[in-house]
């Protein structure tokens, strides 16, 4: 049965999948393009998997789109990509979050270009109401920035007298997250060949399975998708709770 891939995702699918999308660079490189043509075939990819998501019933899927770190890069590069994104969210974006998908954007927004936010605001209310599956782009997003902004909020709340500090709970800080209300990824898989989280959802991979794939991101396909989703079905997850192995003794 572990062979069998539909078998294996209708028994056990993971319900949030989060993904550091990495690689495009060395992908341009290695295929002699530009480097702005593997952050496009990257987006094609990023496409494809959503819709192979999608068909396979997942109900999570985010997308480490662009990090806080990322704006140090070249600001040509930045410009680029940031072009790139301006396409597909207006070009693209109509077929793939219609009736089905919810959009959710999680990151730092007053970094973004004008035209951008109003492009993603727009697009997050029109898909409010779908309820197959929510895609969550992290944009300009960094995990302790997340995490900071988040502590920020919380004493506010308690020097307005709204929140006593002894009410400071791990849900209260789950619910000034950017991803309040979403459940936390069960699998995360980074593409790419490093073995690094690079400031991606720091709280919430708490206790989330992690694969590291060596493939770059623009050839990472929807068979190595669904081989990374069986990988998971084939793991044991304890949440420290079980003495799994040892339950006997
Ligand atoms: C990952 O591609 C996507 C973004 C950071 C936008 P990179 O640009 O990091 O590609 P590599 O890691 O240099 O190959
Ligand atoms: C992580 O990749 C961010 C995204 C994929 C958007 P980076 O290429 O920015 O990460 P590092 O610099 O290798 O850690
Ligand atoms: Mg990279």
């Given at each position: ?12 699918s993971?319900t949030h ?7 495009n ?13 593997g952050h ?5 990819n ?16 985010t997308?480490?789109t662009?990090?806080?770190?990322n ?9 680029q990509?940031?072009q ?14 219609k009736?089905?998908i ?8 007053t970094?973004l ?7 993603i605001?727009s ?45 400071i709970?791990?849900e ?7 991803t ?13 060949g490093d ?5 991606f ?14 493939k770059?991101?623009?050839?990472f396909?929807?068979?190595n998708f ?16 079980s003495?799994?192995?040892y339950?006997?003794?």
């Amino acid at each position: 049965m572990k062979n069998d891939a539909t078998n294996l995702l209708l028994n056990d699918s993971p319900t949030h999948v989060a993904i550091i999308m990495d690689g495009n660079g060395r992908w341009a490189t290695r295929e002699k393009k530009s480097v702005i043509e593997g952050h496009r075939r990257g987006a094609e990819n990023a496409k494809a998997l959503t819709r192979k998501a999608l068909q396979l019933g997942i109900r999570y899927l985010t997308l480490y789109t662009f990090s806080s770190e990322n704006w140090l890069r070249p600001a040509g590069w930045v410009e680029q990509l940031m072009q790139l994104l301006r396409y597909y969210l207006q070009q693209e974006a109509s077929d793939i979050f219609k009736d089905k998908i919810c959009l959710r954007v999680i990151g730092d927004r007053t970094r973004l270009p004008a035209d951008i936010l109003s492009v993603i605001e727009s697009l997050e209310q029109q898909t409010a109401g779908n309820t197959q599956m929510t895609l969550i782009i992290a944009l300009s997003y960094g995990s302790r920035d997340e995490i900071v902004q988040a502590v920020q909020r919380i004493t506010q709340a308690v020097t307005a007298g709204q929140l006593s500090p002894e009410a400071i709970d791990a849900e209260q800080v789950q619910a000034h997250l950017y991803t309040t209300g979403i459940p936390d990824p069960d699998l995360l898989i980074r593409t790419g060949g490093d073995r690094r989280i690079s400031n991606f959802l720091l709280w919430q991979l708490a206790y989330s399975e992690l694969l590291f794939v060596d493939k770059l991101w623009p050839d990472f396909n929807e068979t190595n998708f669904v081989e990374a989703l069986q990988d998971y079905a084939s793991r044991e997850r304890r949440f420290g709770a079980s003495f799994g192995a040892y339950n006997e003794r």
